[in-house]
């Protein structure tokens, strides 16, 4: 199938204008009243619109705060708007509650389940401080009709893949459930594989798609026993009837995502590499909304 490039060029384009907007100047006295609402102390003068614009420019360009200052300087006086300084910026960010919004429509979702690491840019003062090998891990669950990131999680590289699966499927289906929608099936390759994970998508009323390990047996009529049986009879067979390469959604996210934001987090502390990942995920979801 030929590629439309002519449409390609004009999805990355938006992407862009995406990025740099100033639609927040509509609503600049309307955000600044509602998040002084309940605030104790010194109120806040710049808007969260402002704030996620001027951390998103960061994210992308990977800007330290004092350069990120100049950068909005310019903007404010291009556009005509006042701009915080550094330290304004650090503590208005570290404030923000950054939750992935939920874009998805009503139909049943097919989600696949993966976890990619992320380097740290402090590498030797991380592994000094903590004793492991300078990386944190990104969990998520993609949409595969979509590719958007529906839930995810980031932690320290000593969590297993195992564990974050059933935060991540119950984090999906709340949404589902929410908007009046389910889950469909759950990809996700060995590492996700247990009993616990398989009972936990069968629960929900979705199909475990999920690659048992090379040594399985079947030891009963379990949800995973079941999987295992057919697996081991004709595991080609298996992958192509339940759709298990659809798994690349996942695996294609991530490569997406290095190559948009890099490779590395650049916060130097854990709650804040967290936060950036959060950003850097919600920007991509946007970027694919406006493609």
Same mark, same amino acid.
């Given at each position: 199938?030929? &590629? ?11 992407? !862009? +204008? ?11 006295? @309307? ?6 609402? =309940? ?11 402002? $704030? ?20 909005? &300087?310019?903007?404010?006086?291009? /556009?005509?708007?006042?701009?915080? @300084? ?18 998805? *429509? ?7 389940? *993966? %976890? ?34 529906? +839930? ?9 893949? %195992?564990? =974050? ?15 009046? !929608? ?21 629960? $929900? !009323? ?20 079941? %999987?295992?049986? +057919?697996?081991?009879? @004709? ?14 959604? /996942? =695996? ?18 854990? *709650? ?18 406006? /493609?």
């Amino acid at each position: 199938m030929q &590629r439309n490039w002519r449409a390609y060029n004009r999805a990355l384009v938006k992407r !862009g +204008e995406a990025l740099l907007t100033f639609d927040f100047l509509k609503r600049w006295d @309307d955000e600044v009243r509602e998040a002084n609402r =309940e605030k104790v102390g010194r109120p806040f003068t710049f808007p969260n619109s402002l $704030i996620f614009l001027l951390i998103g420019l960061k994210a992308f360009f990977h800007l330290p705060y004092r350069q990120l200052e100049g950068v909005a &300087r310019r903007l404010g006086k291009l /556009a005509g708007f006042p701009t915080p @300084d550094h330290t304004t910026l650090i503590s208005r960010v570290r404030r923000l509650k950054i939750e992935l919004p939920d874009h998805s *429509d009503k139909e049943d979702l097919v989600i696949a389940v *993966d %976890s990619s690491g992320l380097k740290v840019t402090n590498r030797g003062e991380w592994i000094r401080k903590n004793g492991k090998k300078g990386y944190i891990k990104i969990h998520v669950a993609v949409n595969t009709k979509t590719k958007e990131v529906v +839930e995810l999680s980031a932690t320290e590289e000593k969590i297993h893949d %195992s564990r =974050e699966f059933k935060k991540l499927v119950k984090g999906a289906f709340m949404k589902a459930v929410k908007r009046g !929608g389910k889950i469909k099936k759950v990809i996700a390759d060995s590492a996700s594989d247990s009993f616990d994970n398989f009972k936990l998508v069968d629960s $929900i !009323g979705a199909e475990p798609v999920i690659r048992v390990r090379e040594w399985s047996w079947a030891h009963g009529d379990d949800p995973r026993s079941r %999987s295992v049986k +057919e697996q081991m009879k @004709d595991r080609k067979g298996w992958a192509k009837k339940a759709g298990y390469g659809m798994r690349w959604m /996942a =695996e294609s996210f991530f490569s997406a995502f290095k190559r948009t934001f890099g490779e590395w987090v650049w916060s130097r502390r854990f *709650d804040s590499m967290v936060k950036e990942v959060k950003l850097k995920v919600c920007l991509y979801n946007l970027m694919l909304r406006v /493609a």
